[in-house]
């Protein structure tokens, strides 16, 4: 291969294993996965959140975060209990022990991207853009279903 390749694909390699670092470091410290940990900070955010409200505001399937919730759930992190005025809703919660989870857990590692990705010029961001749509047509990954979140093969519940 020439060294251009090689480039490519070393990098392609440091942000997966930088993923994964920082997955596994959230785990331990947390006991929670990326997506478990902006779950329960969108909770924190949105007021009197629906499954369906929070699923939107993490840009994932409404049966993925089904799954996720059941888990923060059955870990006393959230509740859900159907609202009062329309029982077709189903509200969530964080209790307190996931409030103080989410307050005291890192920040995901995408929020540290977007930091410094917002401070480039537009012409950088734009950039960048074009330059990764082509790398995930390359790895046929084009049609794939993804949130903005950074994770790596970790059990996304």
């Known amino acids: 291969m020439n060294d251009l390749q090689d480039?490519?694909?070393?990098?392609?390699?440091?942000?997966?294993?930088?993923?994964?670092?920082?997955?596994?470091?959230?785990?331990?410290?947390?006991?929670?996965?990326t997506p478990q940990l902006v779950v329960i900070q969108a909770i924190g955010t949105l007021r009197d959140p629906t499954v369906s409200d929070v699923a939107k505001a993490v840009s994932?399937?409404?049966?993925?975060?089904t799954t996720i919730l059941n888990r923060l759930e059955a870990n006393g992190l959230v509740h859900r209990e159907?609202?009062?005025?329309?029982?077709?809703?189903?509200?969530?919660?964080?209790?307190?022990?996931?409030?103080e989870l989410g307050a005291s857990a890192p920040k995901p590692l995408q929020d540290s991207f977007v930091d410094r990705f917002v401070r480039l010029e537009s012409w950088e961001q734009h950039q960048i853009v074009a330059a990764?749509?082509?790398?995930?047509?390359?790895m046929d990954a084009e049609e794939l279903d993804a949130a903005p979140i950074l994770l790596s093969g970790e059990n996304v519940f």
């Open 7 to 33: 480039e490519v694909l070393v990098s392609l390699r440091r942000i997966i294993r930088a993923t994964d670092l920082y997955s596994r470091k959230l785990g331990k410290r947390t006991g929670l996965t």
């Open 60 to 65: 994932l399937s409404l049966a993925t975060v």
């Open 132 to 138: 990764l749509e082509r790398v995930a047509t390359m």
């Open 82 to 99: 159907r609202s009062a005025v329309d029982r077709r809703r189903v509200i969530v919660t964080l209790t307190e022990k996931g409030e």
